[in-house]
């Protein structure tokens, strides 16, 4: 996920540093947070897991990464620091799920994932966002987009991986082992890229958040809260929509190349659009994928909620990062610390409905409703809130 022919120095040009924050959020989030879901159905199949623990796990993730978040906010030391430790921490935590541990210490190394993803996507996405400031117009565009399509690219790498191993003896440890493996070699591989970039404190200790920090941020907890349910549980619909075939398995890859793509794509032809208009727009969209899955059953209407919602909740994250940025001032980077700790709320909330709803013998339809219903609700919002200059 690293290209060889970048040296050391590899986050001191605006391409460069690009590129590895593409690498280092296919890594923290497309492996450390999304890996789960292509490999839920196989632990589902080899009654390590049912639907219920399958939720607690993936709330555990996202209760750790909400206390990632919530760290970052006050992280004392560099950001280079905290991008290499989350690395190493997701993949020696993905590895550990390949451990026949048995549900607590899963819920521990999946919690652990999270705070390490969450420290990741903070800390490097200020990291290249500051370093794109000083390039030209076009470029910074063009390479907002690149930097956020590493979450895309992690999906597809987990996905393949997983529909490879699909027919080994123990499919889930194999995917396991397949996916940490990858988040361990390219963790090895960035270990000095964002040094040149990122010296001193991650945050400034004393910048006041500005007025509108916690209405954004419980917009953005809409969102997380809107796109986890599909995002966690996708290939596990489309396993049971398909009775099991092998088709299932090009779900979770589909989705994550619409997700690569969708961020360039924006930034490349809406470019100038506000960055708060496009969340928004992502957020209507958004909420027409994961509503079509709870009217219409069968694996198109999966497929369909894959191409929507993962062409647009990275879209809408990277404008939710921009927005955060753009008011934030020189408190940036605790404001990209409130909006992912918000995030992270959302996401806890998502699949503990699904766990719910579940253990009462209820199905996808209300979880994916109300999810649709939360994203309409904070788009609208959104295209409503006046905007203010930033400090």
């Given at each position: 996920?690293?290209?060889?022919?970048?040296?050391?120095?590899?986050?001191?040009?605006?391409r460069?540093?690009?590129?590895?924050?593409?690498?280092?959020?296919?890594?923290?989030?497309?492996?450390?947070r999304?890996?789960?879901?292509?490999?839920?159905?196989?632990?589902?199949?080899?009654?390590?897991?049912?639907?219920?623990?399958?939720?607690?796990?993936?709330?555990?993730?996202?209760?750790?990464y909400l206390?990632?978040?919530?760290?970052?906010?006050?992280?004392?030391?560099?950001?280079?620091?905290?991008?290499?430790?989350?690395?190493?921490?997701?993949?020696?935590?993905?590895?550990?799920?390949?451990?026949?541990?048995?549900?607590?210490?899963?819920?521990?190394l999946?919690?652990?994932?999270?705070?390490?993803?969450a420290?990741?996507?903070?800390?490097?996405s200020?990291?290249?966002?500051?370093?794109?400031?000083?390039?030209?117009?076009?470029?910074?565009a063009?390479?907002?987009?690149?930097?956020?399509?590493?979450?895309?690219?992690?999906?597809?790498?987990?996905?393949?991986?997983?529909?490879?191993?699909?027919?080994?003896?123990?499919?889930?440890?194999?995917?396991?082992?397949?996916?940490?493996?990858?988040?361990?070699?390219?963790?090895?591989?960035?270990?000095?890229?964002?040094?040149?970039?990122?010296?001193?404190?991650?945050?400034?200790?004393?910048?006041?958040l500005?007025?509108?920090?916690?209405?954004?941020?419980?917009?953005?907890?809409?969102?997380?809260?809107?796109?986890?349910?599909p995002?966690?549980?996708?290939?596990?619909?489309?396993?049971?929509?398909?009775?099991?075939?092998?088709?299932?398995?090009?779900?979770?890859?589909?989705?994550?190349?619409?997700?690569?793509?969708?961020?360039?794509?924006?930034?490349?032809?809406?470019?100038?659009?506000?960055p708060?208009?496009?969340?928004?727009?992502?957020?209507?969209?958004?909420?027409?994928?994961?509503?079509?899955?709870a009217?219409?059953?069968?694996?198109?209407?999966?497929?369909?909620?894959?191409?929507?919602?993962?062409?647009?909740?990275?879209?809408?994250?990277?404008?939710?990062?921009?927005?955060?940025?753009?008011?934030?001032?020189?408190?940036?980077?605790?404001?990209?610390?409130?909006?992912?700790?918000?995030?992270?709320?959302?996401?806890?909330?998502?699949?503990?409905?699904?766990?719910?709803?579940?253990?009462?013998?209820?199905?996808?339809?209300?979880?994916?409703?109300?999810?649709?219903?939360?994203?309409?609700?904070?788009?609208?919002?959104?295209?409503?809130?006046?905007?203010?200059?930033?400090?």
């Open positions: 996920m690293v290209a060889r022919g970048e040296n050391a120095g590899m986050a001191s040009s605006p460069g540093c690009a590129l590895a924050g593409l690498a280092a959020l296919a890594v923290a989030l497309g492996i450390g999304f890996a789960f879901t292509p490999i839920l159905p196989l632990m589902q199949a080899d009654g390590s897991l049912d639907l219920v623990r399958g939720g607690w796990l993936a709330s555990a993730n996202y209760v750790g206390a990632g978040g919530v760290t970052a906010i006050a992280w004392r030391w560099s950001a280079a620091a905290a991008i290499r430790v989350g690395l190493a921490a997701v993949a020696l935590s993905t590895l550990g799920m390949a451990l026949p541990a048995g549900v607590t210490a899963w819920l521990v999946r919690a652990v994932a999270g705070a390490a993803s420290w990741v996507l903070v800390f490097a200020s990291a290249v966002l500051a370093r794109l400031d000083a390039a030209p117009a076009r470029a910074r063009s390479l907002a987009g690149v930097h956020f399509a590493g979450v895309g690219i992690g999906i597809i790498v987990a996905g393949l991986l997983t529909a490879l191993v699909v027919r080994a003896e123990d499919p889930a440890r194999a995917a396991w082992i397949a996916t940490g493996t990858v988040a361990a070699v390219a963790a090895v591989m960035l270990r000095n890229r964002f040094d040149a970039g990122s010296r001193g404190r991650a945050t400034p200790a004393r910048s006041p500005p007025q509108q920090a916690f209405v954004l941020a419980a917009c953005y907890a809409a969102f997380g809260f809107g796109y986890i349910i995002a966690t549980f996708l290939s596990a619909m489309a396993r049971e929509a398909t009775a099991g075939g092998p088709l299932y398995v090009l779900t979770w890859p589909i989705f994550g190349a619409a997700a690569a793509a969708s961020t360039w794509l924006v930034q490349r032809s809406g470019a100038r659009l506000r708060r208009t496009v969340w928004a727009c992502g957020e209507l969209v958004m909420a027409l994928g994961v509503a079509i899955p009217f219409s059953p069968g694996i198109a209407a999966v497929i369909a909620s894959g191409v929507l919602v993962g062409g647009t909740f990275m879209v809408v994250t990277m404008a939710g990062m921009q927005e955060a940025r753009r008011i934030g001032g020189a408190a940036s980077s605790r404001m990209l610390g409130v909006m992912t700790s918000s995030f992270a709320f959302g996401q806890i909330v998502g699949p503990l409905l699904v766990s719910t709803l579940a253990a009462r013998g209820v199905g996808y339809g209300v979880a994916l409703e109300t999810a649709a219903a939360a994203l309409v609700a904070s788009a609208l919002f959104l295209l409503f809130l006046p905007e203010r200059e930033p400090r």
